[in-house]
């Protein structure tokens, strides 16, 4: 059977790093209270007039150089953001202009948080089915853009940056002992709107927006929906906690993820932690994380990899890949 295997993983950060404290002097805050509820001491943040598009070019880069490839050996990018430089064009068609490529196609994807995750299932239909060769799957935000920076209850929370990686089609065995993404699920129910959302948009008011939200309603959600589509991942392919290798979730708050690796099984070694410095980069956070992961020696050839998000929807998913 095809299947699609991931051949270069990238990522970028934009340079400015702005600590817990630099925060604590402009609002009512502490690193301190962020740490402990949060797990965060840092995140980074665009310069002037640095767009996500930029931030994705850059990822994009790094995964193709890490895949020993050219531009012209991708014919697809789905691109997943909740910050697009514009209304449209779609942000995806800016890196495929950035990187000089004028085949194929490219356009973006909106699950918020669980945005990579639906990228990479999405991808993976498309170089599955034969209709693609190879994607880019990028992950990118600027959500520093997006925050009401007055209200300590969210600005603390998120950072900007950008994850990428190469997925290429191959015929496998079909076993689940091959190489490549083994499953995918993904999940959503709109009735959730009101505990995370932007309260601005083109056709409801014509601005931009700020984040909203219900933090705690968030959490109390996160770690069902969380385990809910690893138990199916888990099912789908016989692997266990036990048998991954790595568990690489969405960068949200180390509380949620320990709860959650808790409740799964997963040992603590097991888990790849990178929200301590990049805060929560939204659809950034796993690609980010699996780059990190991946350039650290932790992650190699032949191990298996389980991915999962949740965010604003809500939309959550989980993915399980054999590099
Ligand atoms: N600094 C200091 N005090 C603060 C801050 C802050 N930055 N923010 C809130 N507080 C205060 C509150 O005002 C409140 O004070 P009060 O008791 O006097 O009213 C107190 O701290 C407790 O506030 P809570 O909101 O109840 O704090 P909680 O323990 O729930 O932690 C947090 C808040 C960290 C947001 C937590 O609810 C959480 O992690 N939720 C998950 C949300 C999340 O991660 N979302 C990411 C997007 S979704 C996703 O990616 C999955």
Not at 32 to 55: D, L
Not at 126 to 147: H, P
Request: hydrophobic content about 45%; charged content about 20%.
């Amino acid at each position: 059977m095809r299947r699609a295997r991931i051949v270069g993983f990238g990522s970028y950060l934009p340079a400015r790093r702005l600590s817990n404290d630099e925060l604590a002097g402009r609002i009512d805050t502490s690193d301190e209270w962020i740490r402990q509820r949060t797990g965060i001491r840092a995140r980074h943040i665009a310069a002037e007039g640095e767009t996500t598009s930029m931030i994705a070019t850059r990822a994009a880069e790094a995964a193709l150089a890490h895949a020993g490839l050219k531009p012209a050996d991708i014919d697809l990018i789905v691109l997943a953001t909740a910050t697009p430089d514009y209304t449209f064009p779609a942000v995806a068609t800016q890196v495929q202009a950035n990187l000089g490529i004028t085949h194929g196609a490219a356009f973006d994807l909106a699950a918020v948080c669980s945005g990579f995750v639906f990228a990479l299932a999405t991808a993976e239909k498309f170089v599955v089915s034969g209709s693609a060769r190879r994607a880019l799957v990028i992950g990118a935000e600027t959500f520093s853009r997006i925050l009401d920076w007055e209200d300590r209850t969210t600005c603390v929370l998120f950072g900007d940056g950008g994850g990428a990686v190469v997925i290429e089609g191959y015929e496998a065995a079909g076993t689940r002992a091959d190489q490549g993404i083994l499953t995918t699920h993904l999940r959503s129910d709109g009735r959730h709107r009101e505990k995370l959302y932007v309260d601005g948009g083109p056709s409801s008011t014509m601005t931009t927006g700020h984040l909203r939200m219900e933090g705690r309603e968030v959490f109390k959600h996160a770690v069902g929906m969380i385990t809910d589509v690893i138990v199916d991942a888990f099912a789908a392919t016989g692997y266990s906690a036990e048998t991954i290798d790595w568990f690489v979730p969405h960068q949200a708050n180390q509380r949620i993820i320990t709860a959650s690796a808790e409740k799964l099984g997963i040992a603590p070694e097991k888990v790849v932690l990178t929200v301590g410095e990049h805060g929560n980069t939204s659809a950034a956070s796993i690609p980010l994380a699996l780059d990190t992961a991946v350039k650290d020696g932790r992650i190699r050839p032949g191990h298996v990899v389980l991915i999962e998000a949740m965010g604003g929807g809500f939309t959550w998913g989980s993915a399980l890949f054999r590099v």
